[in-house]
């Protein structure tokens, strides 16, 4: 199947070279940031979710830094280890 378009592919511009891209998601929170979210499948078979996150910072330091702290520390929970690495409950 990897030279077919899966069912979720958007086709076109978005999907080449045998891999396959969804119609982007974006999410604009007004003042605040956008996410785009874009459902990918690599040549290989492996599926991500490509997020594209534009987040709007402090004008003055430290709270610019302390966002981009909790950002990243918000982010490394949200990817978290593969479920299947994660030990039996
Ligand atoms: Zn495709």
Redesign the pocket.
């Known amino acids: 199947m990897s030279g077919r378009?899966?069912s979720w592919?958007a086709?076109g511009h978005h999907?080449g070279h045998g891999e396959?891209r969804s119609a982007p998601i974006t999410y604009t929170a007004p003042g605040a940031g956008t996410v785009t979210l874009t459902r990918i499948r690599t040549t290989t078979g492996q599926q991500y979710a490509e997020i594209r996150l534009s987040v709007v910072l402090a004008q003055h330091e430290p709270a610019a830094r302390q966002q981009l702290t909790a950002l990243l520390t918000h982010l490394q929970t949200l990817i978290g280890p593969p479920r299947h690495l994660r030990p039996a409950a």
Do not use: D, L
Request: contains cysteine; glycine residues 16%; neutral net charge.
């Open positions: 378009h899966t592919c086709g999907c396959h």
